[in-house]
């Protein structure tokens, strides 16, 4: 039972590159997010999927799209990279919301560098 | 709007000591406040919820609405409690705002 797996671990890219960041969840989890930490900021939501099928904006989503594949995995894309968006991403699943019975799971974290 | 606010960035203790971490939200509405915890190398995970009550590896949390607070308390910090802290609230069924996050080192 590996949880909520994220691919790649580290990317450098350069400005106006684009790239795709992959997330999977084995715990059968509808709902499923995308969040970026930044130093001093915390972590700030990018995107969500409340359950397959659908997907909605989070408080920062300039700059990115995302797609909700299946139940298990949901993608995030930058389409035209920015140094703005350097950052540490990290997805994250929950059996349905994110309220006490159903707190989220996060992924290991993928650290993506814009020169 | 919901806001969560950590004042401390960081918080150095000695081992044995008491350790708080301190917490507060504006929120107009019932609120759903949580601890997440982040060891090194370790992926982020949930470490306390306010509506359980509990005690997860001595740490405590209560909810106090008058002060808008849910401050995280420990009488006596381990080594192995270093780790970066979020306090987080639950504000819409999908949207959990956090806060910037206290980095804690026990000292020996």
């Known amino acids: 039972n590996a949880g909520v797996t994220q691919t790649p671990k580290f990317q450098v890219l350069k400005t106006g590159q684009s790239m795709t960041l992959q997330c999977a969840q084995d715990?059968?989890?509808?709902?499923m997010y995308w969040y970026r930490q930044d130093p001093g900021m915390g972590l700030r939501l990018i995107y969500y999927?409340?359950?397959?099928?659908?997907?909605d904006k989070g408080e920062v989503p300039n700059g990115y799209n995302v797609s909700r594949l299946n139940k298990r995995e949901f993608s995030l894309r930058l389409e035209s990279a920015a140094p703005s968006q350097t950052s540490v991403y990290f997805c994250?699943?929950?059996?349905?919301?994110?309220?006490?019975?159903?707190?989220?799971?996060f992924g290991n974290g993928t650290r993506l560098t814009v020169t | 709007a919901q806001r969560v606010t950590q004042p401390e960035k960081l918080l150095s203790v000695f081992k044995g000591a008491p350790v708080e971490l301190k917490c507060n939200y504006s929120y107009s509405g019932s609120p759903e406040l949580f601890w997440y915890v982040q060891y090194s190398r370790q992926r982020l995970q949930l470490l306390l919820r306010h509506i359980s009550r509990e005690s997860i590896k001595g740490f405590t949390a209560d909810l106090n609405k008058g002060e808008t607070s849910f401050h995280l308390k420990k009488p006596f910090a381990q080594e192995e409690d270093s780790a970066m802290y979020y306090c987080a609230l639950n504000w819409s069924d999908y949207k959990l705002s956090f806060g910037a996050g206290t980095t804690v080192t026990v000292r020996a």
């Open positions: 994250a699943s929950s059996e349905r919301g994110g309220s006490h019975n159903s707190p989220l799971h």
């Open positions: 715990m059968n989890h509808n709902s």
């Open positions: 999927s409340a359950s397959e099928g659908t997907t």
